[in-house]
């Protein structure tokens, strides 16, 4: 069975973790644009950043058989610097329309302040110009109100429902975003956010309709191998092979496939690849023999 970890930030993490992803059973990943654990300075980190992100990325990725996605927008913890926050919303254009960016995200709410209002309603804007889906980051804290914010502000905008994932939920925040219409995101942590075995709980509860599950594995004490974790735990607690496929492959397809840029048909396809190949004259290979799909 093919797996899908739609929300994961492997800009933080080793070649070696998409080694184990790709064998573990991932094929797919999206990476959304966030900070850096310490605020950026310059609008030209952002631009460095986002070139990594449809770059680099993306190509250590393909060198293991792994498809890889990004989306693109000014995380919500670095929209308090006003100064900033201007100058990358001024940049956002140019790379909203870049290859495999299949969403606005992520964007959101931290601190719940004037200055992320204002930026998540500026990239709800960018959204709808560049006809692309948003996926949005909610709160650590106060989450249930931070939640209930976003969504207001996205009805308000009057932005489809169908087209965004609230992302980070919890048992607290669950059924609102499925009442309203949403996507619900879940991120399997190792101690906070949610585990494998509460997001069984919940998908026993409310189903595998709009039911999305990642790692959001970054810098942090965290795991990329959450969603196969996750497979595990469902088959388990009985799920089917069918629900399993569903929740982890299925759903996270049929959301981006609304994206312009996101072809589910090329993604169930075989990913073939070729580690003899290079990026820029840099190899993801230090000495080792080079492997090919049997395809390539």
């Not at 492997?10 to 059973?25: C, V």
């Not at 929209?79 to 299949?102: G, H, T």
């Not at 949610?194 to 709009?210: H, I, K, N, S």
């Not at 469902?234 to 569903?246: H, L, S, T, V, Y």
Request: hydrophobic share 40%.
């Amino acid at each position: 069975m093919k797996l899908f970890d739609p929300h994961i930030h492997m800009t933080s993490r080793t070649t070696d973790d998409y080694q184990a992803m790709a064998a573990a059973g991932i094929a797919a990943v999206v990476e959304p644009a966030f900070w850096l654990g310490q605020p950026r300075t310059h609008v030209g980190s952002f631009e460095d950043y986002f070139l990594s992100l449809v770059g680099w990325e993306r190509f250590r990725a393909r060198q293991f058989g792994i498809r890889h996605f990004a989306t693109i927008g000014l995380n919500p913890k670095e929209a308090n610097n006003p100064r900033l926050a201007d100058e990358v919303l001024d940049l956002l254009p140019r790379y909203l329309e870049k290859d495999d960016v299949v969403a606005v995200g992520e964007i959101g709410f931290d601190d719940i302040t004037q200055a992320e209002e204002r930026c998540l309603a500026a990239q709800i804007e960018l959204a709808v110009a560049h006809e692309l889906p948003i996926l949005i980051h909610t709160p650590h804290r106060d989450k249930v109100r931070g939640t209930q914010r976003t969504l207001d502000m996205i009805a308000a905008a009057g932005f489809p429902p169908q087209l965004c994932v609230i992302d980070h939920n919890t048992e607290e925040t669950l059924r609102g975003v499925l009442d309203a219409g949403y996507w619900a995101g879940h991120s399997i942590y190792p101690d906070t956010k949610m585990d494998e075995q509460r997001m069984v709980a919940l998908l026993q509860q409310f189903g595998t309709d709009r039911m999305i599950v990642n790692s959001a594995a970054d810098w942090g004490v965290s795991d990329p191998l959450k969603v196969p974790k996750t497979a595990a735990a469902m088959r388990e607690a009985g799920f089917d092979p069918q629900a399993i496929e569903k929740v982890l492959w299925n759903n996270p397809r049929d959301f981006f496939a609304q994206s312009k840029r996101f072809d589910p048909q090329a993604l169930d396809a075989e990913t073939t690849f070729d580690q003899s190949q290079l990026f820029e004259g840099n190899s993801v290979l230090r000495g080792q023999t080079p492997q090919r799909s049997p395809s390539s």
